[in-house]
């Protein structure tokens, strides 16, 4: 399969650029480097910022919408709230 060019892939990335975006790139990508030197700098004048994957993943409690999206959850009713609410 041929491979994308850098302006290729910097097009697919700004596209798809939104909050919470996880930009994937592949190691062995012949123009990968070459369009991150262009990506970064786009996405940070945008006023995005880079971090671990492990901060865009809630630990603990959370649900996932129809969307695939993670959400921490409403707080539910317990056993306790209701006793007491009677």
Known sequence: MES???????????????????????NNGTYTAEAIEEIIPYAQQQGYQFV???QLIYKGDYETDHQG?????LEKD???????AQ
């Open 69 to 73: 999206m993670e959400k921490m959850p």
């Open 4 to 26: 994308k060019t850098a302006e290729d892939i910097i097009d697919r990335v700004k596209l798809g650029l939104h909050p919470g975006a996880i930009i994937l790139c592949h």
């Open 52 to 54: 671990p994957v492990g």
């Open 78 to 84: 317990t056993p306790e709230d209701k006793n007491t």
